[in-house]
């Protein structure tokens, strides 16, 4: 069965923004750490942005000043609103869920950057 389901996906124009949520299938579990990773075709997977339970977060440095990670813990959600689009932004975005005895990955969104 699907555990985690990422949505808000889709094809903008350069400038443009998209929100994109992932929910664990279950509100039974507890999670630690969530993040979001995105990987381009024929390019490496690499990370976009996390945050701890606590609130804290880091970023990539190519999307520091646009992009912004929140979580909800008592839904288990993950959000990551996504401004002034790029079209270097252009990937599959993938979250992970740091749960108590294994990570949590969703099946991935696409996302499309193009004039």
């Known amino acids: 069965q699907v555990q985690v389901a990422e949505s808000g996906g889709g094809v903008v124009q350069p400038g443009g923004s998209l929100r994109l949520s992932c929910a664990h299938s279950?509100?039974?579990?507890?999670?630690?750490?969530m993040s979001w990773y995105r990987q381009a075709p024929g390019k490496q997977r690499e990370l976009v942005a996390a945050?701890?339970?606590?609130?804290?977060?880091n970023y990539a440095d190519s999307v520091k000043g646009r992009f912004t990670i929140s979580r909800d813990n008592a839904k288990n959600t993950v959000d990551l609103q996504m401004n002034n689009l790029e079209p270097e932004d252009t990937g599959v975005y993938y979250c992970?869920?740091?749960?108590?005895?294994?990570?949590?990955w969703g099946q991935g969104t696409q996302v499309t950057v193009s004039s």
């Open positions: 992970k869920l740091e749960g108590a005895f294994r990570d949590y």
């Open positions: 945050i701890t339970r606590g609130g804290s977060t």
């Open positions: 279950r509100s039974v579990f507890s999670i630690n750490g």
